[in-house]
C-alpha cells in the first residue's frame, strides 16, 4: 500500500499556481495511471487505484497547505501507512531549488516549506520521503507569499512541463522501486531552461 500526498491550496483562484505543483503532479499521476473517480475523505480529495499490481492511494488535502498535516494523518491512519517503511510520498514546491529541479529526500527538516512542515509535526517524524519541485525565490522586493501564489512566468512554463513528466515518472518509479531507487535517478536530472 502507497500512499502519495501533493500539496496545494484548494480554489479555483490558486490553480497553475507555484504553490500548488503538488497537486498537478499527483492529478497528473491519476491520469498516467487511470486511476480517477476522486472522492471527499481526510479533508481533502482522494482516489485510490494500482500501479504494476500495487495498491496506490492519491492525496491531495483541501485544507490549504499550512494545515496540510490533519489530513495527512488522517490518511495515515485510516490506511495504516507506516512512514518510515517508504510508503508514503509527499510531492511540494521547494524556494531553495532553482525552478524545475527536482529533489528527491528519504527525510530531514521541511526546510520552511510549511505544507511538509505540519505534516512532520502531524506524524511525529521528520523520516518522510518527500519529492521537491524548484520554484526558485522571489527577485527584488516581490512578498514571499505573493510569490508561491503566483503563476510560472511563460518563459518558465516549457521546463515546468518537463519538470511536472519527471516528477511523474519519479512518483510512479517510487511506487514500484522505493525512495533510493528514485534519489539514484531523478537527483541527477537536469532541466534544460528555455534558450539552452
Not at 487511470?34 to 485544507?63: C, M, N, Y
Not at 494523518?73 to 510531492?91: H, M, N, Q, S, T
Not at 531553495?96 to 517524524?125: E, H, M, V
Request: hydrophobic share 40%; glycine share 12%.
Amino acid at each position: 500500500m502507497k500512499l502519495i500526498v501533493g500539496l496545494g491550496n484548494p480554489g479555483r483562484q490558486y490553480a497553475e499556481t507555484r504553490h500548488n505543483v503538488g497537486f498537478d503532479v499527483v492529478a497528473r499521476v491519476a491520469a498516467a495511471t487511470g486511476i480517477g473517480s476522486w472522492r471527499e475523505k481526510f479533508g481533502g480529495e482522494f482516489a485510490e487505484g494500482t500501479v504494476d499490481g500495487q495498491k496506490t492511494v492519491l492525496l491531495r488535502p483541501q485544507t490549504y497547505m499550512n494545515a496540510s498535516g490533519t489530513s495527512v494523518r488522517k490518511a495515515v491512519d485510516f490506511y495504516g501507512i507506516d512512514p518510515a517503511a517508504d510508503d508514503l510520498l509527499v510531492i511540494c514546491d521547494d524556494l531553495n531549488l532553482a525552478t524545475a529541479r527536482l529533489r528527491l529526500r528519504r527525510g530531514g527538516s521541511a526546510g520552511g516549506q510549511k505544507g511538509l512542515a505540519d505534516i512532520i509535526r502531524y506524524l511525529g517524524t521528520d523520516q518522510i520521503p518527500r519529492l521537491r519541485i524548484g520554484i526558485d525565490r522571489p527577485s527584488g522586493s516581490m512578498e514571499v507569499v505573493d510569490y508561491v501564489l503566483g503563476k510560472f512566468e511563460p518563459a518558465a512554463r516549457d521546463a515546468i512541463a518537463e519538470a511536472f513528466a519527471f516528477a511523474t515518472a519519479a512518483a510512479l518509479d517510487w511506487v514500484r522501486h522505493g525512495t533510493q531507487h528514485c534519489m539514484n535517478v531523478y537527483n541527477a536530472k537536469e532541466i534544460k531552461k528555455n534558450g539552452d
